[in-house]
């Protein structure tokens, strides 16, 4: 199983310009989520989803959007990237409520510079 | 969820076991007591979870105190490749938003 992918791994981007960051999982879970982490910090939710359809904000969803049209996939789009986007990106999955194993599972990250 | 509070950071010997201690005062009855770690800048990687009972698996022991009020995970004998941040957080079981706090910087030394 690859478990939670994230590409890219790294991207520098220049104020303005937009992207998406892609996330796949293949484990069925439900629940995805997106995360960013800031140098020093823990990290903080930006975006979740507890199935394919449904999507709800988290601590820090301004200057992000999100989708859900598959169970496996939860991009993450950044429409005009600014300097204070800068920072590591963290996707999760993991299986929801009535099941005992609800750990999350998360990505290897996706490092973004703003410029 | 209810806030926990660790250390910034500890230290201990590779060999030695390392307490890590968690404060849960305000936890609520349906909570569960989750402990991640993340190596580096690597993703978080679950070790445990535990309701009142105390947990061991194949990474850590998870000790929770009567009360509930506080926990402390036990690596029994650390390395130096579990020099790593370690988040405690509580949340209900299938309520999958997981909160993360700054968490305890742990290192291990030779």
């Known amino acids: 199983n690859a478990g939670v992918t994230q590409t890219p791994k790294f991207q520098v981007l220049k104020t303005g310009q937009s992207m998406t960051l892609q996330c796949a999982q293949d484990m069925n879970h439900e629940y995805m989520s997106w995360y960013r982490q800031d140098p020093g910090m823990g990290l903080r939710l930006i975006h979740y989803?507890?199935?394919?359809?449904?999507?709800d904000q988290g601590e820090v969803p301004n200057g992000y959007n999100v989708s859900r049209s598959t169970t496996e996939d939860f991009p993450l789009r950044l429409l005009s990237a600014a300097p204070s986007q800068t920072s590591v990106y963290f996707c999760?999955?993991?299986?929801?409520?009535?099941?005992?194993?609800?750990?999350?599972?998360f990505g290897q990250g996706t490092r973004l510079t703003v410029v | 969820d209810a806030k926990t509070t660790q250390p910034t950071s500890m230290d201990c010997a590779e060999g030695r076991a390392a307490n890590l201690p968690c404060n849960h005062s305000t936890i609520s009855g349906n909570e569960y007591v989750y402990w991640y770690r993340q190596i580096h800048s690597q993703g978080p990687q679950y070790i445990i979870h535990?309701?009142?009972n105390n947990e061991t698996n194949e990474m850590a022991s998870l000790i929770i105190t009567e009360d509930r009020k506080s926990s402390t995970l036990i690596l029994p004998h650390a390395t130096l490749r579990d020099t790593a941040v370690y988040y405690c957080?509580?949340?209900?079981?299938?309520?999958?938003?997981?909160?993360f706090g700054a968490g305890t910087r742990l290192a291990v030394h030779p």
């Open positions: 957080i509580v949340r209900v079981v299938g309520y999958n938003k997981l909160i």
């Open positions: 535990g309701l009142k």
């Open positions: 989803s507890v199935g394919a359809g449904i999507t």
């Open positions: 999760a999955s993991s299986y929801v409520r009535g099941r005992l194993n609800t750990e999350a599972f």
